[in-house]
């Protein structure tokens, strides 16, 4: 197709810029996952531990700061430089977790209407535009609180909310790989539907789903402390950035470091994730509209 | 084109009916509605007595048929913490998300496609790079945090505008920004890829090589082709934008619908959550509706067998 052949010098040139952005993705990726895992031997102090004699310190380059509290301390005391790293494993864990299961949602949902087509597929994709047009965080509020906001309620309200990319993206995919001829001769072979869909159309419709599943990641950690920072996430005493977010709006006017640092933290993650996901799309697939 | 629209709206018709059905879960999810309704001592009788008077006694479905007429009038009950009808709640402060909404998504706009079309228009130059960095960093700024951070600048810090509410147009100016951020880094980024596509198809090069000047091809014949895809991803964006409204405007203390919601979602208002959700859906529905229709309008090109949204 001449689009493909003449935007391909144009892909060619973004894919040798964003290595530099794929490598600086990961590198900053590898510290805040590798950071998240190994809190509690980094962390210099219990995040949880009050110390209200050192209330509201600013980070140690500041006037009052303290050698021993890097990023300050909040309004009870608690170190900051602790809290994130510990707020870490939850954004990255639930995140994680999130995608897995939306992934699985989705990818199901999305084989089976693009491979089945007609009345599977309609009533599916209508499904979606029902999802697609409930604003998802006030759902999630909705659940989440009237469930009870736990960490396992969180992960499935945020799983069962965002599956919809999943489905849109690989029903697009599958509509295609079901017309190849590789299907065609798997079918005529005699496998039944299901190992087709296993072993024939699903490992051909991986590309989009490894990217979606990258760039949804960063959602949801943007999404996990929305919830958070709502009140509705993980509850206390667990430090989460979105928690720390709300704690620090309280005091937007006398102590920065409460909501710049914690934000600062999520800003850096999804940004890495999505430097990732952008450069596993122009690599693997840059056809691909997500 | 007549059959389409029917079949479209019949299509959104649908979409809105499973929008009832999760809503109507929404407040059986709980459980027991009555047990919200009154104060913790109330006797068993008291509970039965109005589990019988709301009807909560029937079958599930009975109840979704009698909600769901009741829902198509507008009437979604009263509200359990104003004890004044839901809707009318809505319509009270609906024009104040109205307002931050199309602010901020205008706002998005009107930095957004000059800085995309710009971006690849020059591409590789210094603008590209600061247009590409500033899109990164919208996209990875959370809106209630980058509120924070502009009420920490402009309101604390400068003290040039308000932190919260709404009063004046100065007090719109921080909440639209947060809100229209994250927006005006796709939209940038769409307006941006859209361009490169189009320059690089066959017709602008034969518009170039028959002597048509370089600004003319740019901007009539370039610029027209761009902006349609981005027609249509306005519309999801605005469904984005009332979903990020909940938060932005609890943020700022924005007399909204969304600030609205989030009260009543803690004062297990469930009336009233019920009846946010759906207008805002069907909002959005219809919205999507209109674009959709506008969409075939601009682009003949393109013809619908089945929607491919």
């Known amino acids: ?290 | 084109m007549v059959g389409y629209v029917g079949r479209r709206m019949l299509q959104s018709l649908g979409v809105l009916l499973g929008v009832s059905v999760i809503v109507f879960g929404l407040l059986h999810l709980t459980g027991d509605p009555t047990r919200l309704l009154l104060p913790l001592e109330a006797r068993e009788e008291d509970v039965r007595q109005l589990r019988a008077l709301l009807g909560l006694d029937d079958p599930l479905w009975v109840q979704y048929v009698r909600f769901l007429g009741r829902a198509v009038r507008g009437d979604f009950g009263l509200s359990f913490k104003h004890q004044v009808p839901a809707l009318a709640l809505i319509f009270q402060t609906l024009p104040a998300t109205l307002q931050l909404t199309v602010a901020g998504l205008g706002l998005a706009l009107v930095v957004a496609v000059p800085a995309g079309i710009l971006s690849a228009l020059k591409r590789n130059s210094l603008l590209d790079a600061v247009c590409s960095v500033g899109v990164l960093l919208g996209q990875a700024m959370p809106v209630y945090w980058l509120g924070l951070l502009l009420i920490m600048v402009f309101a604390v810090g400068l003290g040039w505008f308000p932190a919260a509410g709404r009063d004046g147009w100065t007090s719109i100016v921080l909440p639209a920004t947060a809100l229209g951020a994250f927006s005006m880094a796709r939209i940038a980024r769409m307006a941006r890829s859209g361009m490169l596509e189009v320059l690089a198809q066959d017709y602008v090069r034969t518009a170039r090589a028959a002597g048509i000047r370089t600004f003319v091809v740019t901007y009539k014949y370039a610029l027209k082709n761009a902006a349609i895809p981005l027609v249509t991803i306005i519309g999801l964006e605005f469904g984005i934008l009332l979903g990020g409204a909940v938060i932005t405007e609890t943020i700022f203390a924005w007399p909204g619908v969304g600030r609205l919601a989030v009260d009543a979602i803690f004062s297990r208002d469930y009336p009233l959550v019920q009846a946010i959700v759906a207008v805002l859906a069907t909002l959005f529905v219809v919205i999507n509706l209109v674009i959709d229709l506008v969409y075939t309008y601009l682009d003949p090109r393109i013809v619908y067998v089945r929607s491919a949204r």
């Open chain 1, 1 to 290: 197709m001449s689009v493909a052949a003449a935007t391909l010098p144009v892909v060619a040139r973004a894919r040798r810029r964003v290595s530099f952005r794929a490598v600086f993705g990961l590198g900053v990726l590898l510290v805040i996952g590798g950071s998240a895992v190994f809190a509690p031997q980094l962390a210099p102090w219990d995040p949880a531990r009050q110390m209200l004699l050192k209330r509201l310190r600013p980070p140690m380059w500041q006037e009052r700061g303290l050698r021993e509290h890097p990023l300050g301390t909040d309004h009870l005391g608690r170190d900051i430089l602790s809290r994130i790293l510990h707020g870490g494993r939850i954004s990255l864990g639930v995140g994680l977790t999130a995608v897995t299961l939306s992934a699985l949602i989705g990818v199901t949902l999305g084989l089976l209407a693009g491979f089945f087509g007609g009345r599977a597929d309609a009533f599916i994709m209508r499904i979606v535009d029902v999802f697609l047009a409930i604003p998802y965080i006030l759902l999630a509020m909705g659940v989440v609180f009237a469930l009870g906001p736990s960490l396992l309620n969180v992960i499935l309200v945020m799983g069962a909310t965002r599956w919809v990319q999943f489905a849109r993206i690989v029903r697009a995919d599958v509509l295609s790989i079901r017309e190849r001829e590789f299907v065609a001769g798997a079918r005529a072979r005699g496998n039944r539907p299901l190992r087709l869909l296993l072993r024939h159309v699903l490992p051909n419709a991986l590309t989009p789903i490894i990217v979606v599943a990258t760039l949804e990641l960063a959602f949801m950690i943007i999404y996990e402390s929305a919830l958070s920072f709502l009140g509705l996430g993980v509850q206390p005493p667990t430090p989460t950035w979105g928690w720390m977010l709300a704690d620090g709006r309280n005091y937007v006017a006398t102590a920065w470091w409460l909501a710049t640092f914690p934000g600062l933290a999520i800003m850096l993650t999804v940004l890495a994730v999505n430097l990732l996901g952008d450069w596993l799309r122009d690599t693997l697939d840059p056809r691909l509209k997500v």
